[in-house]
Each structure stands twice: as C-alpha cells, then as structure tokens.
C-alpha cells in the first residue's frame, strides 16, 4: 500500500517551452501533496505544499507563476513548469501524505521525474 | 548555518559491518524524525521514523534520537551491498496535516564484498 507515482519519470525539452508532471496516489486518498527539487549531491529541497481544491503554498524564493501546481483531486496533483530554461534542469519528486491505521501521518514518494532543459 | 546538517561521505564499509550514520539539528522545535533511503535516480523511500527520543528497532535498523544534543542517528547491522544507498535524515515541526520536511543533504553508503 501507499504507492505514489510520477509521469514522466524523464523529460527532455527545449528552453522555452513548458512540462508538466504528474503526481498519482495509486492506493489512497491525498489531501496534501508536496513537490521537491532535489539538484545533484544535494537534499530534496521543499517546493510547495499542493492542497487538493485550493491553492499550493510555495516556499520563499519559488516563483508561483513558473511552477504552476494544480491537485484536482485527491489522487492527482500537476506541476508545469513554465518556459523552462537550463537552470530548471533538475530531478523533481512529489509526496503524499498518508494517514496510516495507527493515525500516524508519513509522506510516501514518488520516483521522481528527472527534467532536462536544452 | 544550516538546519540540519549531515555529512556527505562517501562512507565505505566491507559487508557484515555495523554503519552509523548521523545526523544534527539547530531547530529544538522539530519534533519527529525520519530516515529514508534513496537509490540513484530514484525517489525516497522511508526506513524508519520517530517522534520521542530513545531508541527504535526494526529488523536491522535502528533509529535513535536524542533531543537534549539535537543528534539523531541510523544504525545498520550486518550491511549487505544492497544496502548501498544515499541515507537522508529528514526532520518535521509536528506530525498534524501537510507536516513540511526538513531533509538533510544525505550520506551515501557503499557497502562492498
């Protein structure tokens, strides 16, 4: 249980032009979804907190209108990536959070999309 | 200074060895702890987690948080290859809804025969 999944899990695109990537909970229900960027040798770093039919909170420095986070419904949550440019270059992986019997919540990940801007 | 902070490596070790890996943090607040393991070009995976100070076991794994020194650390016994991994620490404020992660920047391990 408790699988997330990404699509594409590769994407490569000319500068300028925009991605989206999709964030599926394959086997329960996601309020909240999160979105990462992790550069190499380096940690996930937070994007944006995606609420499912409202709008995502971004972290300080992340551009709302280049990173456009849509969660339609509670297994679904989209980043685009806007004219995207060399820099956007990254690996992207979104979570979901699960509420386990217990009443724990944890974040289960996706695979992660790996971005490649030309 | 970061919030938390976690040494890089690359750590190597023969199989069979017992590995720790650790972790520290600035922020007193946090208050539940994880970590996960993640293979190259793929998403993380959560190992273990906990939200008191002490130890937890599972299997060959484990977690131990000590809140008065903001330490944390992984213990694996008997490392087998498959367990060559980047191990990221991640920590949280509380464990109620959309609880933002706080991860840290990762240790890789090799594990060789």
């Known amino acids: 249980g408790a699988v997330v999944s990404q699509h594409p899990s590769w994407v490569i695109c000319k500068s300028g032009t925009s991605v989206k990537i999709e964030c599926r909970s394959l086997d329960f229900q996601a309020t909240t979804m999160f979105w990462y960027r992790q550069f190499p040798k380096q940690s996930l770093m937070l994007m944006a907190t995606s609420n499912e039919g409202s709008k995502a909170t971004y972290e300080q420095g992340v551009e709302k209108d280049k990173f456009l986070i849509n969660h339609a419904s509670l297994t679904l949550s989209t980043l685009t990536v806007t004219s995207a440019h060399p820099e956007d270059s990254s690996f992207y992986i979104c979570s979901a959070e699960y509420f386990g019997p217990s009443g724990n919540n944890e974040q289960f990940f996706g695979p992660g999309t790996r971005l490649t801007v030309l | 200074q970061k919030e938390v902070e976690q040494d890089p490596g690359p750590l190597s070790v023969p199989e069979g060895a017992i590995v720790s890996l650790n972790c520290t943090y600035s922020n007193s607040a946090f208050q539940y702890f994880m970590w996960y393991r993640q293979y190259s070009r793929k998403g993380p995976e959560l190992l273990m987690y906990?939200?008191?100070?002490g130890n937890k076991e599972d299997g060959r794994f484990t977690a131990q948080v000590d809140k008065s020194s903001k330490y944390i650390s992984l213990f694996i016994r008997d490392s087998q290859p498959s367990d060559s991994a980047t191990y990221l620490c991640?920590?949280?404020?509380?464990?109620?809804?959309?609880?933002?992660?706080?991860f840290g920047t990762g240790t890789r391990l090799q594990v060789t025969l």
């Open positions: 906990t939200y008191s100070s």
């Open positions: 991640a920590m949280s404020l509380n464990t109620g809804t959309a609880s933002k992660l706080t």
